[in-house]
Each structure stands twice: as structure tokens, then as C-alpha cells.
């Protein structure tokens, strides 16, 4: 047996999980596969008794905390949390014990006895990721009334409380309000978490991703495994994990990661702060992370690029019945052979030569993804503000929509004509972008989603009418092309975006189009961007290819307008085209033809004079 992680009578703190019951269906929660608990997840749960015999008195004396948090339950669901509490925290103790949960079950009572028996020095964390209308869209099953109830009953009974809010794209807009309601409440501390599990599928296999890496997205299920929603994350920056922010625009962050994870130096936290993790099965592990990384092979399966390394880890070293505490007491398994191998697998130089994945990802030097959740910036940046038509069209210069014959005039006021093209009757390029650039200021902080599609084959298209048809001599059936293709497309506008505080759809370039939106969500623009590539196969001589993007909500000076908007827009074109050299012939392109390439953070040009390439 090699160097020891540390010795049992060292350590100062115990993360504790006291069940892996939950009465939550978080979607991105380690429990739940497609919307239901994981068919191969024991419900379990440490009785009083465990708990005195897996952490007793003399044990006990050194702990200065104690956490009650589950890795895959909650810990308030254990039918006997306050025994357990009241055993880690006698009456003469100090010892501070803080206890995790969303707060959706248990009578106002319970939490009343629970404010005593926890203490002066004890903590809850509501985790309310929301307010009435959003809470549910991660915390499912989860009624948001309901957990303002227990908090209120709790500090009323004289607890302390934190409220938690993991910020997604959904709740954003409701960080200020929340802060303001705990406030109200009476919540010592309000904590924004940035998640990291974005970044999950670029290091892990996700089943419900089905292999896919998305960094942007995640689905939602239901009960019956249909799905009813996705998670993103959210569009302001500064409420966003850096280092998810780092590896959006990766081209292959798989690749990268794997890389990382190769040569980052591993500064164990848990090492560092004398901590041990006890699960609900009462095998002891140093952290909760090498926990769930060493029993999800089981859960989900053991193909499928599921990380086995800490599960053989386990097996080799002697088992999972070796981790038990109740029946090996736990200073026999903290300083037992698999606590020492996994600090010996820190020296491999490889993944690939046993060094512990998860040990990298969590504690790795070069990957600060667990600590750039946390932060305690409360308040809401200007950037994030809810989002009426209204208030977009106080903002913004009606335009007045016009044809011309001959040059287009080199200036346009923001509230002057915009001129349209004859052919398509979509507006001009250049009259499209001056109004949008003389206005981006006041856009951008909505949301601007822009669109980029390109006709598909239209040469070929055009040399064979040419030969078909003697009356579409020279560009004559390009221009029927394109004039069908501006018919549709403003058809599709007065339909799909009637209802939409901002549009504008114009020319870009003899073959291209470009469809800029503020005031809706991403998600509903890449679906509506998806219905107008369907009707222009199926109506329009040729088909169309696109590309959109989404441009994180920020504040935009005028005087840098111009240059983002032309990044911007260069960004989409260019992945545009990226994707159709790589389809086949003239092909119209898969998933009716639209490439997503989700969010483009352009940094402070107000700071830096440059621009930040998310995509390259």
C-alpha cells in the first residue's frame, strides 16, 4: 500500500449522504435518466443508528462540520435527519452542520424542529433555482409556494437559511427579484451557482444526449420519457461558468479535454481540507465526486463510453463491500488501499495509463470548473432584464419601408427609409445593416439572433434551365429563383414572426439571405429558422442551407456597433459555408438544412478593441 490520502483522526470535515431518496426530477441530476430514477439506483437511506455506528463520538470530536448533502438524494427526504442531526451536533456542540435540499417535502412542523435541532451554527440551503413560473422547469416536481412556506417556517423558528440559485437561460431574468425576495425573507446569503454540467457530455457520455456533444444544450424529460424541454445556458456572461465559457467554441473540446486531462497538475481539495465523503449505503469515499463516478458504470451501463477507470479502481483495491463502513469502521477505509491509490494515480501521465479522470476534471489545476460555480455577485447585471414588445419598440425607430432605383444613398438616419430590394422585396443589404448597426445598442441587450441562408446549387441550377428552358437565358432563372425565394420567405416572416417584438429579413449577397430577431427566445428562432428551410425545399426552385447564431445579451456602445455586428455576422456566414462544403453534390444539407451554431460571445470592445472568436 503506498503514501496514505491522510490519516482518519485528521479529518476536520464529513460530507454526509444520508439517502438517495429524492422527491425532485432534476434533469441533469447523476439520479435520473430520461426524466425518471435510474432503473439501477438503489433507494437507500442511513438510519440514526448507521450513522452513530459509521461516525461515532470519539470520531466525531476532531469534525469541526459537517455537510448533509446528497450526491444522489435529498438529504431532508431521510426519515430520520433529525436523529442524525441531533447526534452530529449535541446540544454543547459548535459543530456546524449545514443541510442541502430543494425544501418541497415535510410538514411546516418538521422544519420548525428542524431550526432547533440544527442550531445557532447550523445552515440550510434552499436550492429555489427561480421563482413561481420557472422553478419547475429544473427543480421538477418542485412547487415553489409550497418551499417558500418551509423557508419562512424555518428562519421564523429562529434557522439560518441560504438560498441557492442555479442560473439558467429560463431564470435569468428573475435573479434580481429573487435576491430581493430572500432578502425579504429573511435569508442570510443569496448565492448565484454557475453549473458546470454543461460541459458533462465533452468528458462523459450522456445517455440523454445519446453520444452527442452539446455544451449548449440539455434535454428535459418527463415521467414517461418524452421529452417537454431544453436547458440552456444563460445568455449573460458574467452568470455563466468560465470554463464552460472556455470550451463552447472549442472546435473539438473532447479532444481538448482529453489533452488537459493528460498533463494538468491535480491539487486535491478534499486532501487539502481534511474532508471524507460517507454515501447512503455507508461506503466511505474520499469526495462525493469519486463516489458517483465509481457506482455510475452501474447505473447506466458499462458500454456506451461510460468512464469505468474509478469503478475498476474500486474492484481492484479490494471491492465495494471493503468501503463499508459499518462493517470495516471507517478509519479502516480512509486508510485503506483505494484512498492510497488514487493518490498514487495523480503521478500517471496518462489517462490512458490509469490516471483518475474524474480527479482531473474536479481538481485539476487547468480545468476550474467546480469552483467557477460559485459566486456571490448579486447583483443583476443590466444586461438581464425581462423582455416585452413593448418596451423593445420604445427603444427602437419605426422604419419605413420603400423600393429604389439606382444607388443606395451612403447614409441612412436609424429612423429614415429602409430600402428593399426590387427582385426579392426583402430588405438591402446595406440599408439592413446601417439600421441595425445605427440600432444595436438598444437591441442587443434583448437577445439578437441573426440567420444566414444560401441558396443551394444555384449555378448548377441556372446552367441547367439555361438548356431547359429558352426563355431563362443568363441570370434570368436566378432571378426567378431568388424572387421565389424572397416571396417565401416574406410569407413565412408575416406568419412565423408576426407576434415577435423585432424582425427584419433582407438580401445578403446575389444568393443569400439574412433574417435578424430580438425579443424571443433562442430555441423558438433556430425552430422557426427550421420551418422556413423546410418550405423553401419543398416550394422555392432550389432549397436553402442555413446558418444561426444567438449573441450573448450585453450592453453595446455605438461607437462599437459596426465592428461587432460585421464579426457577427462573418462568424455565421463563415460556419455557413463550412457546413456546405461538406455536404454532398448540391445537396439542400441534413436537419431540413440549418446548422446551429448556438451563442457567440463577442468580448469588450469597450475595454480591449477586439473581439473574441467563440467559433474558431
Request: hydrophobic share 40%; net charge negative; with cysteine.
Amino acid at each position: 500500500m503506498g503514501r496514505h490520502l491522510y490519516f482518519a483522526s485528521e479529518i476536520d470535515h464529513v460530507h454526509l449522504e444520508p439517502t438517495t431518496r429524492c422527491n425532485a426530477a432534476c434533469p441533469m441530476c447523476a439520479r435520473n435518466l430520461y426524466g425518471r430514477t435510474a432503473p439501477e439506483l438503489k433507494q437507500l437511506e442511513l438510519s440514526e443508528e448507521n450513522v452513530r455506528l459509521i461516525l461515532p463520538a470519539e470520531f466525531l470530536a476532531h469534525v469541526r462540520s459537517v455537510d448533509l448533502c446528497g450526491a444522489y438524494g435529498d438529504p431532508i427526504v431521510a426519515s430520520e435527519l433529525l436523529g442524525i442531526i441531533r447526534h452530529l451536533r449535541p446540544r454543547a456542540s459548535d459543530r456546524k452542520v449545514t443541510v442541502f435540499t430543494n425544501g418541497g417535502v415535510r410538514p411546516l412542523a418538521w422544519w420548525r424542529e428542524l431550526a432547533e435541532a440544527i442550531g445557532p451554527s447550523g445552515v440550510v440551503v434552499f436550492a429555489i433555482d427561480g421563482l413561481e413560473d420557472t422553478l419547475s422547469v429544473y427543480r421538477r416536481g418542485v412547487c415553489f409556494e409550497s418551499v417558500i412556506e418551509r423557508a419562512r417556517a424555518f428562519i421564523e423558528a429562529g434557522g439560518r437559511a441560504r438560498w441557492d440559485f442555479l442560473v439558467f437561460l429560463h431564470n435569468e431574468h428573475e435573479v434580481k427579484q429573487a435576491r430581493m425576495l430572500s432578502q425579504q425573507l429573511g435569508f442570510e446569503e443569496f448565492c448565484l451557482k454557475r453549473s458546470s454540467r454543461f460541459l458533462k457530455s465533452a468528458y462523459e457520455y450522456v445517455p440523454e444526449l445519446e453520444g452527442r456533444v452539446d455544451l449548449e444544450k440539455f434535454p428535459i424529460f418527463d415521467a414517461t420519457g418524452r421529452q417537454v424541454g431544453t436547458l440552456r445556458p444563460p445568455r449573460d456572461p458574467k452568470l455563466m461558468n468560465d470554463t464552460l465559457l472556455r470550451y463552447i467554441s472549442h472546435p473539438e473540446p473532447q479532444r481538448g479535454l482529453e489533452l488537459l486531462f493528460d498533463r494538468t497538475a491535480i491539487r486535491c481539495r478534499v486532501q487539502e481540507s481534511r474532508s471524507v465523503f460517507v454515501s447512503a449505503s455507508g461506503q466511505v469515499f474520499p469526495c462525493c465526486w469519486t463516489y458517483v463516478q465509481a457506482t455510475t458504470p452501474v447505473l447506466y451501463g458499462m458500454g456506451n463510453g461510460i468512464d469505468t477507470a474509478m469503478y475498476d479502481l474500486v474492484l481492484a483495491t479490494g471491492g465495494f463491500e471493503a468501503l463499508d463502513a459499518r462493517t470495516k469502521g471507517i478509519a479502516a477505509v480512509i486508510e485503506g488501499p483505494l484512498f492510497c491509490a488514487i493518490q498514487e494515480s495523480w503521478d500517471k501521465p496518462s489517462l490512458a495509463e490509469g490516471r483518475q479522470k474524474v480527479c482531473a476534471r474536479v481538481c485539476g489545476q487547468e480545468f476550474p470548473a467546480f469552483d467557477g460555480q460559485f459566486t456571490n455577485d448579486l447583483e443583476m447585471p443590466p444586461a438581464c432584464r425581462p423582455l416585452t414588445a413593448e418596451a423593445l419598440k420604445k427603444v427602437l425607430p419605426t422604419p419605413r419601408i420603400g423600393f429604389f432605383s439606382g444607388a443606395v444613398p451612403q447614409e441612412l438616419e436609424p429612423s429614415g427609409l429602409l430600402l428593399c430590394d426590387p427582385l426579392t422585396g426583402l430588405v438591402a443589404y446595406p440599408s439592413f445593416e446601417r439600421y441595425l448597426v445605427a440600432n444595436l445598442p438598444d437591441i442587443a441587450p434583448f437577445g439578437l439572433h441573426i440567420s444566414v441562408g444560401d441558396v443551394d446549387g444555384l449555378k448548377e441550377y441556372v446552367t441547367r434551365k439555361n438548356a431547359e428552358d429558352e426563355f431563362l437565358f443568363g441570370h434570368l432563372a436566378g432571378n426567378h429563383c431568388m424572387q421565389e425565394v424572397g416571396r417565401i420567405t416574406r410569407s413565412w416572416a408575416h406568419q412565423a414572426l408576426e407576434d415577435v417584438p423585432f424582425s427584419l429579413c433582407g438580401t445578403f449577397g446575389g444568393d443569400e439571405v439574412i433574417l435578424a430577431v430580438a425579443g424571443i427566445e433562442y430555441d423558438r428562432f433556430v425552430t422557426a429558422i427550421r420551418l422556413l428551410a423546410t418550405k423553401l425545399r419543398h416550394e422555392a426552385p432550389r432549397p436553402c442551407s442555413f446558418a444561426a447564431a444567438t449573441l450573448f445579451n450585453r450592453t453595446v456602445e455605438q461607437r462599437n456597433a459596426h465592428e461587432i455586428f460585421r464579426r457577427l455576422v462573418s462568424q455565421i456566414d463563415r460556419a455557413l459555408f463550412r457546413y456546405k462544403a461538406k455536404l454532398p453534390g448540391d445537396a439542400g444539407g441534413g436537419d431540413n438544412g440549418v446548422v446551429d451554431v448556438g451563442t457567440l460571445l463577442l468580448s469588450s470592445l469597450n475595454e480591449t478593441d477586439t473581439v473574441v472568436n467563440l467559433f474558431e
